[in-house]
């Protein structure tokens, strides 16, 4: 508890400069997600005109992966070690890796969104949600969900889970953190921001994912 105060703490004191400067920076964002909400970042490419800064020839993932040659600033990183190591990449989109302090399941934003809402009147636990550019919602949930997806959704009687347009990402994705570019078409948002209850400890997926799955199938009748 006192490591995330004085993280909470030196973070504000940024912000507070950061302000008077006009902005936040970017390293501000990663000593968040590395401090508060005990994320690892890794340095990720950005895209322009389609065109990947990594300078591959027909990248897969323009501006959606993280750099081969930049290290992972790792959760709980002092916070002078993550303004220092960002520095020396300006410019980089901040990644998330899948499959640590949490997996992903993916659904279209606007089946999200109302998915999200209902389970919110339901009181029933969420933890952050992001928004990509290219119209996907991202609900975080715990740690082994994208393995154990399709069993999940069996016993809740989906049949034949591979209909429903809902995937999991699991360890060995990566995910572009908000406020970051996304493959050049915009920045990644959240649609529920972390929280201090939630973030650290996502909801396990069957939680959320029987409303979700049931939002996803009306959205697609």
Do not use: K, N
Not at 184 to 212: F, K, Y
Request: glycine share 14%; proline share 10%.
């Amino acid at each position: 508890m006192g490591f995330t105060i004085g993280i909470s703490r030196g973070i504000r004191d940024i912000r507070s400069g950061s302000r008077r400067r006009g902005r936040a920076s970017d390293g501000t964002s990663v000593a968040e997600y590395t401090g508060l909400w005990g994320w690892a970042v890794v340095p990720g490419a950005r895209a322009a005109a389609g065109a990947c800064s990594c300078g591959r020839a027909g990248c897969r993932a323009p501006g959606a992966h993280p750099l081969d040659f930049a290290p992972e600033i790792p959760a709980g990183a002092p916070l002078d070690d993550v303004t220092e190591i960002w520095a020396g990449y300006p410019g980089a989109a901040m990644m998330l890796p899948v499959g640590r302090a949490f997996d992903v399941i993916e659904v279209a934003e606007p089946a999200g969104c109302r998915a999200l809402a209902r389970l919110e009147r339901m009181g029933l636990p969420v933890g952050p949600v992001a928004a990509t550019p290219d119209g996907r919602a991202q609900f975080f949930v715990a740690p082994g969900a994208a393995a154990a997806l399709p069993e999940l959704l069996y016993r809740m009687g989906w049949d034949d889970p591979a209909t429903l347009d809902l995937r999991g990402l699991g360890p060995g994705t990566y995910i572009t953190a908000p406020a970051s570019d996304r493959g050049g078409l915009g920045p990644v948002r959240w649609l529920r921001s972390p929280a201090l209850d939630s973030a650290p400890r996502p909801p396990e997926a069957r939680l959320v994912l029987g409303t979700l799955a049931y939002v996803v199938h009306r959205s697609q009748a």
